[in-house]
């Protein structure tokens, strides 16, 4: 089936850790975005990117980093400069073509130990 | 900066009634606008897109209207059941399809 796997579900961060969030989509999509999700509040957009190679900053994106080095992936390193990452992070996919949904997958929860 | 803003925060109401959930936008500039569900600890699921040049769209009970010009949508759910439980989030796009949400509208709908 088509869609996005995102691993692990959860995740456990030492202090001074950083730690990698991995996003994989086979629906062709060109367009990948990650987005934070605190508890009870909507998504924030920290990274995305449109195209293998390139990618943008969101609103976010002090204390993360992403790359695209295949169409199909786009991990998410949570650095040590992130002071607060205990949160819900959600990655998205989408063809770049006007008023098409983004796909979401399933999330994976990070927290400090 | 565009905002957007969920009214109620959250909604508890009895099997089979009708309601509306309510999503404004500080900034009319938009390509579309959306509606997804969220269960807990999920991601997110598009229930339905509204193009800025559109009025409504439908699927199933539910309608989502869009008056881009007042900054305002709505989410109408009909004859409301218990599996349509779950967090409602408005979200809008704006330049480099990036997406704007709302904080979230948690719906219980009690047996």
């Known amino acids: 089936d088509g869609g996005i796997t995102q691993s692990p579900k959860y995740l456990f961060r030492k202090e001074g850790q950083n730690v990698t969030l991995s996003c994989e989509q086979n629906?062709?999509?060109?367009?990948m975005y990650w987005y934070r999700q605190d508890p009870g509040q909507g998504l924030r957009l920290i990274y995305y990117?449109?195209?293998?190679?390139?990618?943008q900053k969101g609103d976010i994106a002090e204390g993360y980093s992403v790359s695209r080095e295949k169409k199909e992936s786009f991990p998410l390193t949570v650095t040590s400069a992130q002071k607060n990452p205990t949160a819900f992070y959600l990655c998205?996919?989408?063809?770049?073509?006007?008023?098409?949904?983004?796909?979401f997958g399933d999330g994976t929860r990070l927290s400090i130990l | 900066k565009q905002e957007v803003t969920q009214i109620p925060a959250a909604l508890s109401v009895p099997e089979g009634e009708n309601l509306v959930l309510n999503c404004s936008f500080t900034d009319s500039a938009i390509y579309n606008l959306q509606w997804f569900r969220q269960d807990p600890g999920k991601g997110l699921t598009s229930l339905l897109l509204i193009q800025s040049s559109q009025r409504e769209q439908t699927s199933g009970r539910l309608n989502a209207s869009l008056d881009k010009s007042s900054g305002r949508s709505t989410l109408y759910i009909a004859a409301s059941q218990p599996g349509d439980s779950a967090t409602y989030l408005c979200a809008v796009t704006t330049s480099g399809s990036r997406l704007t949400f709302g904080e979230g509208t948690q719906l219980t709908v009690n047996p």
């Open positions: 990117s449109q195209i293998v190679n390139d990618f």
């Open positions: 629906l062709n999509h060109d367009a």
């Open positions: 998205a996919s989408s063809i770049i073509v006007e008023n098409q949904p983004q796909h």
